[in-house]
Structures are given as structure tokens and as C-alpha cells.
């Protein structure tokens, strides 16, 4: 099918919305256009095979030998065409609901959820249902045949009159799901990430992949576990059938959405996929490939989508199961689930053997969100933590902002695979991508910019040639090339230690009416004596100050022995006394214990150290000259990692000089009186502006 047939047929389907107009709105039309779409292409498929079908029907013979004679992994069992279906009138609706109940389930589920029964009442309540059922009975949707097929439906130009291939009718439904996308802006984000996008993703999976898997000629896997409407599974495919069309490629996915998941599927089986291998259900909750793994995995999960409906059975696998599971690396908050499909996906890798053959390579699509949020000991920190100490992670490419049809913000590529090259091993490539974009003629949503295809180009080649990873001993981000565009880290650049920095508790020591009372209502108090008569004793102390403790307790003992009551002691009453009438002071006596001073929290400090660097060494350089009596409570150092790509391409820019600054100044100064010498009226409204 030529580019020109393409594009007639797709309007000819699109402009079915014309007679929708009015009693549908415009968002609704692909609910009606994409389900006949479907209906149409599985009549023409089953057509060459109908009347073996209807006898074997007739036979009473299984439908396991009714697929067999299709070909097609499905089949209808009823007598009833759309182009009768047209012109049955008034039983219109009836037979058209009759003819989709005779598919098998592997059709049938699809068209149940587009939600086609209430849309065909819809129609017919309308006036519109025989209309819309022909136009769709005359299109010639028959699949592309050998070449000895082609040449007898050949006109006398060469041109094929029919025949579409299950490739070209995927390309279609894309346009058809881009056409509503674009009359729908409230949902085109949802439907498919950019084509451009997905090439890229697939690039630098594939091109710049040190090995092929597989054996050549050997069937390629692709998973998407957030796979929504089917569009990146359908870009992958044709782009790694562009890369090697030697190889073929199968097509996985999962999606929860039962609407985008009925889109999928049809386009799935429009291409001749297996109809099972997208999956209706929640990643997370539902391992819909329990067991299978892939050479290829991609997605684009839904940025900042929190996971509470999944808490429970996501908590409890990462509890029994751990590492054994899809979630032992660590859960992230629960208003982001990203990283848990990144897990997920890490799951289905296959294993890679001692000689570096087989694994699987990760493309996910994430916003700047996973790269650092988190703590160190957070959930998202450990999952960066694992996943960079097991050496999964390649490379991470950031892209330009307004990319997307349903946000402007910045996203990141991440790459993943489990058989890096040897130059790869213990290291992370970085590139930046933010500049590579170029104008759209005409805004989609939030999508003002796009990659063109020598941005591709050139950032695949870029990521590909990256150079290895330096030595432990070089500075982070050694290697650089392009123009700083490219940067090389270890693994270990990305981890820190979070140290707890403490400085000793000084207090004076004071006697109110609060602090007495205070102290009297202590535990250790209350066990050795009246509160009461405790208070009323140490009343006439009400004023005093001392400079320690040991004055202190010393003044409360006198007055309480004095009262005749017995004083309490120990370590508890001293702690009761120290919170009771303690009072910070900066030149005030220093608190300790049996362990050495005690910290003020008031005054802890948290601060960032790298791995490669001696905590104590940081100490004594950074805080020592500043606060000399500070110390590390090591019991509260904490390990974590993140990834500040935007602080590792800062580049800085210097201010203007002042004398630069003064000069505007003094021109401006100048203008403004020059327009007072002309109308001072306007010249004081500027003056007031200025």
C-alpha cells in the first residue's frame, strides 16, 4: 500500500466522525471508529476461509479445528456479513450484536471492551447505525497476499487495488489513534509516546547494543508492562524490523485500562500478533508473564501515579518474597509508582551467563523525580542503591521539556541491561540531549518540540561511542565528549554517605513555677515522694539560677532534706532534673553521660559526603574550623544513592560587571531625562516605572 492509498484510506475511515457530528462528541468518535475498524479487518481476514468455516459449523466440528482452518487464531461462526448487516433495516442492531457474539473469545473480549454493545444502541437510536455499518462494509480491508495474488488484482499502472498487510494496518490504526488523540487533548498523552521518542528508546537498546540476542534470524521479545494503547510496542516493532529485517519480532504487553488495553490488543491482532500476548491487568498486582522473560523491554509508566490500590499486594511480595520477588530492591512512596515497574521489569531480564551471552537490555521512559528523590535509606534511595551496586544501570539520556502531548517537563531515558560491554562494566554513561530538538509546525497539547531523525542519529552515535569508564582513582565524569554533552561516572560516583553531625548539649540551670511543677510531675519523683510537698519544698528556689547541674541538684537536695522528705536520685531523676530545669546556653556547662556528651538536637547537622571520601577526614576539613567541638554519631550514618544529572552539566554563568550594569544605568538615567526636558508628564510616569 503506497503512501498516497495510506492516506486515502485513512480519511475515508476518519470521515465516518462527519456523520457522528452532533450526537457524539469529538472525543467520543474513536470509540466508535476504532471498534468497526476491527470489525471490518477480522471480516476480511476470515473471508477467504467463511464458507469452510460455516460447513465445519454445520459438521458440528470443536472451534480449536475451526482456528485451525482459519489460519487466524480466531474465528465467526454466523452466516451474517456487514454488508448485509447494512441493509437489514430495522434488525440492524440486532444482527450486527448477533454477528460479534459469533466470534471467539479471543475477538469477542476485544469489542466487549471498547464497549461496542452500548455504542451500537447508541448509533441505532441515532439513525446513524446503518451508515456507519456501511461505510465500514465497503472498505477493502483484505490482507496483503503472495505475489502471484497481487498480480491478478494488479490495475493495468501496477498499482495493487487491495490487499493490506498486517504492518500497514498497524501504521493505520496508529493514524486513526493520532487523529483522535489530536480532537481529544485531554487523553492524547495517554494513547502513545511520540513515535520520534520510542525510536530513540529503540536505538539505543538495539544500535547500541554490544550484542544481538539471540541466534541471527532468531525471534526478538519486546515487553511493555505499561503498555496503554499499543503505540511504543508498534514503533518498536517496526524499527527493530528496520534495524534487522532478517529477524522477526514478537510483541508482549500489559495494560490496565480496559479501553487502551482493547486498543492494543486490535492492534495487536491487526498485525498478526498472538491475541494473548497483551494482557489485560495491573503490572504491579498481576505478573501477566509470570515466568516468561525478554530481550528487549521498554515503557513509558505513568509519571507521579501513586499505587495505593496495589499497596497491599505489593507490600506483601516484597515482605515474603524479597529478593526472590519483584520488589526486594525496596518500595518508593506511594504516590510514585515508577520505580516499581522498573523492578518489575528488572524481573523479566534474562539471566546473562559467565561469557556475557544472553540477558536483556531496558529502555523506560521516567521524569526527573527517580533520579534523586528519597532520602538516604529511603525506599527509592535503596532501589538506586541496588540497582547501581548490581551494575544494571547504562545509561541515562536527558531529553528536551515539551516533548510529550499531555506535560512540558523534562524526561530521562533510562537504560538498563544485565550484559554490559567490558568498556561499560562499573559505569554510567550520562548524556545530555536537552538541545537536540527542533520546532513542531503546529503544537499537539503540550508537545511544541520534536526529535527530527538527524537528532536520532546523532544521539545514538553519541550514547554508542561514549567513551569507557575511567579508573577509580580519576574525577567524576572523566571522558567527557561533544562538547560536554557526554559523561562518564562509576558507579560508586553516585553513592553518599548522609552523616549525622552533632554538637554537645549546655545548659544553665534555672528554678520557676513551671520548672518546679514540671519536675514534680516526673516518674522518678513520684516514686520516691508527695509531688505536692515535693513542690512546696523547692517553691522558696523559685528565681535562682546556677551554672551546672551539680549546683543545682545540690540547692534541691538542701531544700528538700530540709522539708523532710527524701530526695529521689539516679540516672533518671538526673535526666528528670536536666529536661525540668535546663536552659540552653552556648557559654552553659556541657552535658554528658556515661558515653560522653550529649548531643543537642537542636543543634544536629546532616551533611553529604561521597563514598570515596573518609567521613572523618570531611569532618575535619569542612566542619571542625567552624564548630570545633562537633562529632559524627556513626550509629546514624546512612548510605544512599541518588543521581543529580542537571548539577553535573551545570555550566556556570558569570554575572555582568558592575561597571556594565552602571553604564545601562546611566543610559537609561539619561533617557529618562531627556524625555522630562520634552513632556514631563511622561517622563515622571517613567521615572515612577523605573
Known amino acids: 500500500m503506497s503512501s498516497s492509498t495510506h492516506a486515502e484510506l485513512s480519511s475515508r475511515i476518519w470521515a465516518v466522525s462527519e456523520l457522528l457530528r452532533g450526537d457524539f462528541k469529538q472525543s467520543e468518535y474513536g470509540r466508535v471508529i476504532l471498534p468497526f475498524l476491527v470489525l471490518r479487518r477480522l471480516e476480511c481476514v476470515l473471508a477467504p476461509t467463511k464458507d469452510a468455516v460455516l460447513a465445519a459449523v454445520a459438521e458440528g466440528r470443536p472451534d480449536s479445528e475451526l482456528r485451525a482452518i482459519t489460519g487466524a487464531g480466531f474465528c465467526n461462526t454466523s452466516p451474517l456479513a456487514l454488508r448485509a448487516i447494512a441493509g437489514a433495516g430495522s434488525q440492524c442492531a440486532e444482527q450486527l450484536l448477533a454477528y460479534c457474539g459469533a466470534f471467539s473469545p479471543e475477538a469477542r473480549d476485544v469489542l466487549e471492551q471498547y464497549a461496542f454493545g452500548p455504542q451500537v444502541e447508541r448509533l441505532a437510536a441515532a439513525g446513524l447505525l446503518h451508515h456507519v455499518v456501511g461505510r465500514f462494509a465497503e472498505l477493502d480491508l483484505q490482507p496483503a497476499e503472495g505475489a502471484a495474488g497481487r498480480a491478478a488484482r494488479e490495475g493495468e499502472d501496477g498499482e495493487p487495488r487491495g490487499g493490506v498487510s498486517n504492518h500497514q494496518m498497524g501504521y493505520l490504526f496508529e493514524e486513526l489513534i493520532r487523529r483522535w488523540a489530536e480532537q481529544s487533548h485531554e487523553t492524547a498523552g495517554e494513547h502513545f509516546t511520540p513515535p520520534e521518542v520510542v525510536r530513540l528508546m529503540v536505538n539505543l537498546l538495539a544500535t547500541a547494543d554490544g550484542q544481538a540476542p539471540g541466534m541471527p534470524g532468531a525471534p526478538r521479545t519486546v515487553l511493555d508492562p505499561a503498555c496503554g494503547t499499543g503505540g511504543m510496542l508498534s514503533a518498536a516493532q517496526e524499527q527493530l524490523l528496520r534495524l534487522d529485517p532478517d529477524s522477526p519480532v514478537e510483541v508482549f504487553g500489559q495494560e490496565l485500562n480496559p479501553e487502551s488495553w482493547a486498543i492494543c490488543r486490535s492492534d495487536m491482532m491487526l498485525r498478526g500478533q498472538a491475541p494473548g500476548a497483551i494482557v489485560l491487568g495491573n503490572s504491579l498486582t498481576q505478573d501477566g508473564h509470570a515466568g516468561a522473560t525478554f530481550d528487549y523491554l521498554l515503557a513509558n509508566p505513568p509519571f507521579g501515579v501513586d499505587w495505593r490500590k496495589a499497596q497491599d499486594a505489593v507490600e506483601r511480595e516484597h515482605q515474603e518474597l524479597g529478593e526472590r520477588g519483584r520488589f526486594g530492591a525496596g518500595l518508593p512512596r506511594v504516590n510514585d509508582g515508577a520505580l516499581l515497574f522498573l523492578q518489575h521489569m528488572i524481573a523479566k531480564m534474562k539471566p546473562a551467563d559467565a561469557s556475557g551471552s544472553g540477558g536483556s537490555r531496558i529502555a523506560i521512559l521516567f521524569n526527573g523525580s527517580p533520579l534523586f528523590s528519597g532520602q538516604a535509606g529511603s525506599g527509592e534511595s535503596r532501589i538506586r542503591q541496588w540497582i547501581l551496586e548490581n551494575d544494571l544501570l547504562e545509561g541515562i539520556v536527558a531529553l528536551p521539556d515539551q516533548l510529550f502531548y499531555n506535560t512540558g517537563i523534562s524526561t530521562y531515558v533510562w537504560v538498563l541491561t544485565n550484559r554490559k560491554a567490558a568498556e561499560r562494566k562499573g559505569g554510567v554513561v550520562l548524556l545530555d540531549a536537552r538541545d537536540h530538538w527542533r520546532k513542531m509546525r503546529r503544537a499537539l497539547?503540550?508537545?511544541?518540540?520534536?526529535?527530527?531523525?538527524?537528532?536520532i542519529a546523532e544521539l545514538t552515535r553519541l550514547y554508542a561511542e561514549a567513551p569507557p569508564v575511567p579508573p577509580a582513582h580519576a574525577p567524576d565524569g572523566t571522558g567527557g565528549t561533544a562538547g560536554g554533552k557526554v559523561k562518564i561516572f562509576r558507579n560508586e560516583d553516585f553513592g553518599y554517605r548522609r552523616i549525622t553531625v552533632e554538637r554537645p548539649l549546655r545548659l544553665r540551670f534555672e528554678a520557676s513555677e513551671a520548672s518546679i511543677a514540671q519536675l514534680a510531675a516526673a516518674k522518678p519523683v513520684q516514686r520516691a515522694a508527695d509531688a505536692a510537698a515535693f513542690a512546696a519544698a523547692l517553691r522558696p528556689l523559685t528565681g535562682s539560677t546556677w551554672a551546672t547541674a551539680a549546683d543545682a541538684l545540690d540547692a534541691l537536695t538542701a531544700a528538700v532534706v530540709s522539708a523532710g522528705l527524701a530526695c529521689p536520685s539516679g540516672v533518671a531523676f538526673a535526666r528528670a532534673l536536666?529536661?525540668?530545669?535546663?536552659?540552653?546556653?552556648?557559654?552553659?556547662?556541657?552535658?554528658?553521660?556515661?558515653?560522653?556528651?550529649?548531643?543537642?538536637?537542636?543543634l544536629r547537622d546532616f551533611e553529604t559526603v561521597p563514598l570515596g571520601q573518609d567521613p572523618q577526614d570531611y569532618l575535619r576539613r569542612e566542619v571542625l574550623p567552624f564548630v570545633p567541638d562537633a562529632w559524627i554519631d556513626h550509629t546514624k550514618t546512612k548510605v544512599g544513592y541518588e543521581i543529580p544529572f542537571t548539577r553535573h552539566f551545570y555550566v556556570y554563568t558569570p554575572p555582568r560587571p558592575l561597571a556594565a550594569i552602571d553604564a545601562d544605568l546611566r543610559a537609561v538615567q539619561a533617557e529618562i531625562q531627556a524625555l522630562w526636558a520634552r513632556e514631563p508628564w511622561a517622563a515622571q510616569d517613567a521615572h515612577q516605572i523605573s
Open 445 to 455: 497539547g503540550d508537545k511544541r518540540k520534536e526529535l527530527g531523525e538527524e537528532h
Open 578 to 602: 536536666r529536661e525540668a530545669w535546663g536552659v540552653s546556653d552556648p557559654e552553659g556547662e556541657v552535658q554528658s553521660s556515661v558515653d560522653g556528651p550529649l548531643p543537642d538536637p537542636a
